[in-house]
């Protein structure tokens, strides 16, 4: 079984929109035994919140229900639990490996990393593009997917 955890700042708009894309995707190509997937933040900031709403509408308008989800904070602890932890951005690479306590078994990257153009995942928070989040978040999680299960095809 892979497991995968997806973190990124608060747990309320990108880690949360992958957590529940790849569920989606995993669920598509007949995998969900063969996966364990969710998401957490590096703040505490949202700890316990519910899904931001433009993120919960973004997900509903391609058939994905995100209900019950609230956020959680990332722990030391999760680095042994998960095979991958799958970053948004830079700035939460960095704030993983200190939560974590560093990386050394190279678990820790980055969404994008998984496509043809690595870089940090549109934030919405400040811009409020869920579009630009929806595609980035989308094309990663394929990708990742088709790393983990090279003989699915998307």
Request: glycine share 8%; net charge neutral.
């Amino acid at each position: 079984m892979t497991k995968i955890l997806f973190v990124c700042h608060s747990d309320i708009c990108r880690s949360l929109m992958a957590e529940f894309v790849m569920k989606d995707l995993v669920k598509q190509a007949g995998l969900e035994d063969q996966f364990r997937i969710a998401s957490s933040a590096t703040s505490t900031e949202e700890i316990g919140c519910p899904v931001y709403p433009p993120a919960r509408r973004k997900l509903a308008e391609h058939g994905i229900s995100c209900d019950g989800k609230t956020a959680r904070q990332l722990t030391r602890g999760d680095y042994t639990r998960y095979d991958l932890l799958i970053g948004m951005d830079r700035a939460n690479i960095r704030n993983m490996a200190r939560i974590c306590g560093g990386d050394p078994d190279g678990k820790i990257k980055r969404l994008l990393d998984f496509t043809d153009h690595p870089g940090d995942v549109a934030a919405p928070w400040y811009t409020g593009n869920f579009d630009a989040a929806w595609r980035d978040v989308l094309e990663g999680c394929k990708g990742l997917l088709r790393s983990c299960t090279p003989e699915v095809s998307l």
